[in-house]
């Protein structure tokens, strides 16, 4: 998606990824490579430093959990600023940029100056956590729907459980891995089943994720912790049973090679 042109400089909202630099598309690479100024975000991989040219702007606007390099409006107010001075621009995002990241807020203000811009798709953490963990998000007769929710904001907003009685689907909660249980919990008043399989999958994209499963009403009583640093995603839904049922094969099989020696 891209807005018309002007005698501005240009924005180009690039899409990175869940970290990995192979996980980049090569529209994003070609952006970057020709870019004048370029602002990115944490939770990429250092590799994308090498692609910046020697000759850009760079800024890191990264934002953490109660570590933020840059407010949101500072954010604005730089893209505004560096377009106005006729400047290439790409703003550099972690996963998909219209998942989550504050993309609507950014093209507003842009919006507003009448600066053109455009938005580079990319992959998104949610489907590479999936993949890795060797699941299907959608499952014919079983799940045919997908809702993305905010772990960080959604238990203090009671119109986004809206809609959710019963869910059927599979859901999928970001940056909500730090409260699995309150998580679990609300999820259980919700009507979805205590039995339903719950997976939290840290540092996806790496080839090498960290995945923990249980139910919901396993992590009511005893909550999933995370065992990394990195960014974790969870699971909820019936399509995790297969890998549910996978890892209680392989603790059976280790408990009888132990039990055998």
Same mark, same amino acid.
């Given at each position: ?16 990824? *869940?970290? $990995? ?24 991989? *250092? ?53 989550? !990241? ?13 600066? *053109? ?8 953490? =949610? ?21 993305? @929710? ?49 997976? #939290? ?7 090498? *994720? ?5 139910? #919901?009403?396993?992590? =009511? @009583? ?11 995603? #969870?699971? =909820? !839904?019936?399509?995790?049973? $297969? ?19």
């Amino acid at each position: 998606m891209s807005s018309n042109k002007t005698e501005h400089g240009f924005v180009s909202f690039v899409s990175g990824g *869940p970290g $990995p630099i192979d996980l980049l598309t090569l529209r994003g690479r070609n952006r970057i490579k020709s870019a004048d100024a370029i602002l990115y975000d944490a939770l990429l991989d *250092p590799g994308f430093l090498d692609l910046f040219p020697e000759t850009a702007q760079i800024l890191y606007v990264g934002k953490r959990a109660n570590e933020h390099a840059r407010t949101q409006t500072e954010i604005n107010s730089l893209l505004v600023e560096l377009a106005l001075e006729g400047k290439r621009v790409v703003r550099l995002k972690g996963g998909d940029a219209s998942i989550f !990241g504050r993309l609507a807020e950014e093209i507003d203000s842009l919006e507003k100056e009448g600066i *053109p811009f455009e938005v580079v798709p990319g992959v998104s953490s =949610v489907t590479t956590g999936a993949a890795e963990l060797g699941v299907s998000l959608t499952v014919r007769e079983i799940s045919r729907q997908i809702i993305i @929710l905010d772990g960080h904001t959604i238990l203090e907003d009671e119109r986004s459980w809206i809609g959710m009685e019963n869910f059927l689907g599979t859901i999928v909660i970001l940056m909500g891995s730090k409260k699995t249980k309150e998580l679990a919990e609300t999820l259980i008043q919700k009507g979805i089943k205590e039995t339903t399989p719950i997976v #939290l999958a840290e540092n996806v994209g790496s080839g090498n *994720p960290i995945y923990t499963t249980s139910t #919901l009403a396993s992590t =009511v @009583l005893n909550e999933i912790s995370k065992q990394s640093n990195g960014p974790g995603i #969870l699971y =909820v !839904g019936e399509v995790i049973r $297969p890998l549910l049922q996978r890892n209680e094969k392989i603790k059976k099989s280790t408990m009888i090679s132990l039990l055998s020696e």
